[in-house]
């Protein structure tokens, strides 16, 4: 069982926004920054948002990031077929003195 | 081109060690921080370890500490991960990744593999 939870699926239809949520507490989201990855089947994860909400270079800014108390939001705004991986969120945890990842997310683009 | 390319994994008999390599080019090695991070067959993400840039402060999940050990040689641009006492529950593949800020991981291999089986 993850640190971090995040809801196992969700689904949308092209076009649409939609927001995955990472819940945890105060020893880890609550006091560290966040971080959201994305995979693409059969790819190593690739970082879409860091220190919460920066995008690195390179990421289109439909992907956004945002952390209130102990929980962080991804969002991702006109959904391309592209979109259709799994997405991770991380951050440290002080009490663990370790990282932590979310169970992960699977997005399905309908 | 910034890379990371990971070597040493494979199949091990359950109580055995490997010692996993990545080497990195195309950025400055012993200016960022370092982590492995691996991923069990269907499963997900799990952060393993990291090490500072001069390789003198070290962390590790509780699954692995006290098994594993992470390293770095900065003249060698290469970080490592030596593997003792394995079990079948540390089979994944494992990535070497670079740390952007506050562990974001900005850059990451592509993996190798690690199978722990008799």
């Known amino acids: 069982q993850s640190v971090l939870t995040q809801p196992p699926s969700m689904s949308a239809a092209p076009g649409q926004t939609v927001t995955i949520s990472c819940s945890g507490g105060s020893s880890n989201i609550g006091n560290n920054y966040v971080s959201w990855y994305q995979q693409l089947p059969g790819t190593a994860p690739k970082l879409l948002i860091y220190?919460?909400?920066q995008r690195p270079s390179g990421i289109p800014d439909r992907f956004s990031g945002s952390k209130s108390g102990t929980s962080a939001t991804l969002g991702i705004t006109g959904l391309q077929p592209g979109d259709e991986a799994d997405y991770y969120c991380g951050t440290w945890d002080s009490r663990l003195s370790a990282g932590v990842f979310g169970g992960g997310t699977k997005l399905t683009v309908l | 081109e910034v890379q990371l390319v990971e070597s040493g994994g494979g199949l091990v008999q359950p109580g055995g060690s490997l010692r996993l390599s990545c080497a990195v080019s195309g950025f400055t090695f012993s200016g960022h921080w370092m982590y492995w991070v691996r991923q069990a067959p269907g499963k997900g993400l799990m952060w393993v370890s990291r090490i500072n840039k001069d390789g003198r402060s070290t962390n590790y999940a509780d699954s692995v500490k006290g098994r594993f050990t992470i390293s770095r040689d900065n003249a060698k641009n290469t970080l490592y991960l030596q593997m003792n006492s394995l079990r079948d529950e540390d089979t994944a593949v494992y990535h070497c990744?670079?740390?952007?800020?506050?562990?974001?991981?900005?850059?990451w291999g592509q993996g190798t593999t690690v199978t722990v089986s008799s």
């Open positions: 220190d919460n909400n």
């Open positions: 990744t670079r740390d952007l800020h506050n562990g974001g991981m900005d850059v």
